[in-house]
């Protein structure tokens, strides 16, 4: 499929510390937040940092409502697409600003996706904060939601 690049929608305050569930097992994100606070301390200015070659990170078309039991079953047909990359712009320990370069994969998800971008409906791309930390990223459409 193809690389699309979307600005994360933050909603509220998003700190460093919230990102340590899903990017603790990537041995750069603890020299990343290393490096962030001594840029900090040193300098005293917001910075941009970036976090490639990411694998095994997958995302959803649409909030889910039961995260335990999704975590639990997904398989890669529940996906939509995979984060190859994150860059962050931080200050201090706020989180700015984040954008994610993102594969849609060629499940039916993944093709809901592409089909959505091909007729220009902009798609939000958002994150999910569970007890303090991100558990995982979605899209999600700017349209509001209708009961069924």
Not at 88 to 104: A, M, P, Q, R, T
Request: aromatic share 14%.
């Amino acid at each position: 499929m193809r690389l699309f690049d979307y600005k994360v929608s933050f909603d509220g305050d998003v700190k460093l510390h919230h990102y340590d569930r899903i990017l603790n097992r990537f041995k750069q994100w603890t020299q990343f937040k290393r490096d962030i606070k001594l840029t900090y301390l040193l300098e005293s200015k917001r910075i941009q940092y970036n976090v490639e070659e990411i694998s095994s990170m997958y995302g959803y078309m649409g909030l889910r409502d039961d995260y335990t039991k999704l975590a639990r079953i997904s398989t890669m047909s529940s996906f939509c697409f995979d984060v190859k990359s994150m860059s962050f712009i931080v200050n201090g320990d706020i989180v700015e600003s984040l954008s994610l370069k993102v594969n849609i994969i060629p499940t039916a998800f993944g093709i809901e996706v592409m089909a959505l971008e091909e007729s220009n409906i902009k798609l939000l791309m958002k994150q999910c904060i569970i007890e303090d930390g991100v558990s995982y990223f979605y899209l999600d459409t700017n349209y509001p939601k209708t009961a069924a």
